[in-house]
C-alpha cells in the first residue's frame, strides 16, 4: 500500500512539474497546452538539454491512450498512416530544439501527448492538444527555455488602450502573483539587479529584461498592464531554466567585482563574435531603467569622461569596460549588453570595499607648456612579472605604449624594475598634451588594475612668436636693462626684433666688448679735451682754427680705416662726442697774445700730444677690430 502511495505521490509531482507552475529538473519543457482551429494548424516547441547525447538522440511525438503512447512521428524517419501528409518533424541540435507541426486538424486530434528523447519513453513532458471550432484561438502562455546564468527578453504588447496603464511583471504562485518588478521601480529583492522593464515607443508595448537566470527563477510568470486579479490584461510567460553542464569556467559570468576608493575595476562581457551584433554597451541598472555609461562607437557619459574606457576582443567574443577612480557611488549592478542574441545580457555587481589602490601616484598635474615632465606610477611586488603600460585616454579606446617606445611626440615609456616606477617621459609639453592618462598593468592578455592622471596645461601658447624670450630677459637683467629701455633699443634699430637667435648671441657678445672699450675711448677724449684746451689757451684764433681743421679730417679718416662703422650704435657715439670736444674749444674766450717763441714751443707741444693720441687711438682700434 505504501508503495502505491509512492507511486500515485511521484505521478502527481510529474504531472504538476509539466505545467510549468512549479520548479522542475526535466532536461525537456515544453508548452503545457495548444489549441488549433478546426481544419487548421498547430505547432509545438520542445526544447531539451543540447547535450551531445541529446543532439544525436531519436525524437518523437507520441499520443497517450489508456494502455500506451503510441508513435505519431519520429526523426528516425517512422510517421503513422493517420497522419501522412499531416505531420512534421523538425530538429535543431544546436539550438536544443525540435518542432511538431500538424495539419488539417480534426476533433479525433484533440487528446494528451509526449514530446520525448530516445527510445525508452522515460525522458519527456506532456502537452494537451485542443482543437477549437471558434473562429479566435486563445493566446497561450509564451515558452521560454534558458540555460542557468544566461538572459532572456520578453516582449509585452497590450496596444493604445493600455499606453498610460501600470505596466508589470509579476511570478505566480498557489494563490497570487508576487510583483517582480514595474514601471514605477517597485523591484522584489531577490530580482533587484537582474530585471529591467523599458517601454517601447509604441503605446502599451514595453519589454522585460531579465539576466543571471537561476534554477529556482524557473515558473509562471505573468506580464501585465493595470493591476493583476483587478483591471488590466495579461499574458503568461513560463520560464524554465537549465544547467549547462558542458559550460566552462572561462566563460562565467562575473556575478560580483569588489574595488577600493580612488581605485579601478573591470567587467568582461560576453557576446557571440559570429552573430550580427553591431552594438555593444555597458549601462548602471536602476530601478526604472538602465544608464548607458559607454558604447562601442565611443559614446560616453559626461560624468564618466576620462575614467571609462572600453576595450573590444572580436577574437574571442569578449569586451571588457575598465572603470577607474571609483567612488562610493559607483557601487550597483552594472549590464552587458548587445544588440544580439537574447542570452548575451550579463549583470555584474560592484561593491566598493575599504583598502587602497596598488597602482599609485598624482591625480592631476599643473605644468607650463614648454616645460619638461615625467609622470610616474608605481606598482607593488605582486605586480612585478605583470605587463606594464601607459596610454592617452580617448573615448573610444586607450591603446598602450609599450616599454621603451618612442612615439611621434616625443614621449618615452620607461620602466625601472628597482624602484618599481613606471613613467611617461615628455621632452617638452605642449598645448596638445592635456588630457587624461592611464597606468595600467595587463596579465595573459587580460587588463587588470589601472590608475588615471589629468595633466592640465597651463601658461599655453599657439606658437614660437608668442613664446617669452627667457634668454633676452635674463641678458637684460645682468646689465640693468629693463622692458622699456629694450622697447627704446628697437625703436632706434640698436635691436632688431626679426634677427634670428643665431644673429641676436652675436650682436650681445659684440655690444659687451664694444661698450668698455667706448667708455675707455672716451676717457681718453675727455683728457685730450683738456690738454687741448690749455694748449688753445695760449694759442691765436688763426692758429688754432686751421689746426683744428687739420687734426678733425685726419681723425675721422683714421676712424674710417679701422672700422669705426662696423657698429651703428658705436659711430654715433664717437661723432657726437668729438663734436661736442671741438664746439667747447672752438667757442671759449680768445687766448692772450703770447711771444713767438711761446707759440713755437706750444705747437711743439701740440704735435707731441697729437702723436700721442694717435698712437692710443690705433692701439684702441687694433684691439677693438
Known amino acids: 500500500m505504501t508503495l502505491l502511495v509512492f507511486i500515485f505521490l511521484l505521478a502527481f509531482v510529474q504531472a504538476r512539474s509539466s505545467d510549468g507552475k512549479y520548479f522542475t529538473s526535466s532536461p525537456l519543457l515544453g508548452p503545457r497546452q495548444v489549441t488549433g482551429l478546426l481544419y487548421g494548424s498547430v505547432t509545438v516547441k520542445c526544447f531539451y538539454q543540447a547535450t551531445k547525447v541529446n543532439r544525436h538522440d531519436r525524437k518523437y511525438w507520441c499520443k497517450e491512450s489508456t494502455r500506451q503512447c503510441s508513435t505519431i512521428i519520429s526523426s528516425n524517419g517512422y510517421l503513422s498512416r493517420e497522419y501522412e501528409g499531416r505531420a512534421t518533424i523538425t530538429d535543431f ?71 498610460t496603464a501600470r505596466k508589470y511583471l509579476c511570478r505566480m504562485t498557489e494563490n497570487q502573483c508576487s510583483t517582480v518588478i514595474d514601471a514605477s521601480g517597485n523591484v522584489n529583492p531577490s530580482y533587484k539587479g537582474r530585471v529591467l522593464l523599458n517601454h517601447n515607443e509604441a503605446p502599451g508595448s514595453f519589454n522585460i529584461f531579465m539576466t543571471q537566470l537561476k534554477r529556482q527563477d524557473s515558473g509562471l510568470y505573468l506580464c501585465g498592464a493595470g493591476w493583476y486579479g483587478i483591471s488590466g490584461e495579461t499574458k503568461e510567460l513560463n520560464i524554465h531554466i537549465y544547467e549547462e553542464p558542458l559550460l566552462s569556467k572561462g566563460n562565467a559570468e562575473q556575478p560580483l567585482v569588489k574595488g577600493v576608493l580612488d581605485g579601478s575595476v573591470s567587467v568582461e562581457c560576453y557576446y557571440d563574435p559570429k552573430g550580427n551584433v553591431t552594438l555593444k554597451y555597458l549601462c548602471k541598472w536602476r530601478k526604472n531603467g538602465c544608464t548607458q555609461l559607454i558604447n562601442n562607437f565611443g559614446d560616453v557619459l559626461d560624468s564618466y569622461e576620462g575614467r571609462i574606457v572600453m576595450h573590444d576582443n572580436p577574437e574571442n567574443g569578449t569586451f571588457t569596460v575598465i572603470l577607474n577612480q571609483l567612488q562610493e557611488t559607483d557601487a550597483g549592478y552594472y549590464w552587458c549588453m548587445t544588440d544580439g542574441e537574447q542570452e548575451k545580457k550579463s549583470t555584474t555587481e560592484l561593491k566598493i570595499i575599504e583598502g587602497q589602490p596598488n597602482l599609485k601616484g598624482l591625480k592631476e598635474i599643473n605644468i607650463v607648456a614648454g616645460s619638461p615632465l615625467s609622470l610616474t606610477c608605481s606598482y607593488p611586488c605582486k605586480y612585478y612579472s605583470y605587463n606594464k603600460y601607459w596610454c592617452k585616454w580617448k573615448n573610444t579606446a586607450c591603446d598602450p605604449l609599450s616599454s621603451y617606445e618612442l612615439n611621434q611626440t616625443g614621449l618615452v615609456v620607461n620602466c625601472d624594475k628597482d624602484s618599481r616606477i613606471l613613467s611617461l617621459n615628455f621632452d617638452h609639453v605642449a598645448p596638445s598634451d592635456q588630457g ?38 635674463r641678458d637684460a637683467a645682468i646689465l640693468g636693462i629693463d622692458s622699456r629701455l629694450r622697447k627704446s633699443k628697437i625703436a632706434t634699430g640698436v635691436e632688431n626684433p626679426t634677427e634670428s637667435p643665431a644673429e641676436h648671441n652675436n650682436s650681445k657678445v659684440l655690444l659687451s666688448v664694444l661698450i668698455p672699450l667706448g667708455v675707455m675711448f672716451l676717457l681718453l677724449a675727455t683728457i685730450f679735451a683738456l690738454v687741448k684746451f690749455k694748449i688753445f689757451k695760449n694759442s691765436d684764433r688763426v692758429s688754432v682754427a686751421s689746426y683744428r681743421t687739420n687734426i678733425s679730417m685726419t681723425d675721422f679718416e683714421n676712424a674710417s680705416q679701422y672700422g669705426a662703422k662696423d657698429n651703428a650704435c658705436m659711430e654715433e657715439a664717437h661723432e657726437t662726442q668729438l663734436g661736442e670736444i671741438n664746439e667747447y674749444a672752438i667757442t671759449t674766450g680768445s687766448p692772450k697774445e703770447a711771444p713767438k717763441s711761446t707759440k713755437r714751443g706750444s705747437k711743439e707741444e701740440a704735435e707731441m700730444a697729437y702723436s700721442t693720441f694717435l698712437l692710443n687711438s690705433e692701439s684702441i682700434s687694433a684691439t677693438s677690430s
Open 436 to 473: 587624461w592618462y592611464w597606468c595600467g598593468v595587463k596579465y595573459e592578455g587580460r587588463y587588470g588594475e589601472t590608475m588615471a592622471v589629468y595633466l592640465r596645461i597651463e601658461g599655453a601658447f599657439q606658437g614660437s612668436e608668442d613664446a617669452p624670450d627667457a634668454e633676452s630677459n
Open 93 to 163: 541540435p544546436d539550438y536544443g530544439l525540435f518542432t511538431i507541426e500538424i495539419l488539417g486538424l480534426r476533433k479525433s486530434d484533440m487528446g494528451t501527448y509526449k514530446c520525448g528523447i530516445g527510445i525508452n519513453n522515460k525522458l519527456f513532458f506532456r502537452v494537451k492538444l485542443d482543437v477549437s471550432e471558434d473562429s479566435v484561438i486563445p493566446e497561450e502562455a509564451q515558452l521560454f527555455y534558458i540555460k542557468q546564468q544566461g538572459a532572456v527578453t520578453i516582449t509585452c504588447d497590450f496596444g493604445n488602450l493600455y499606453g
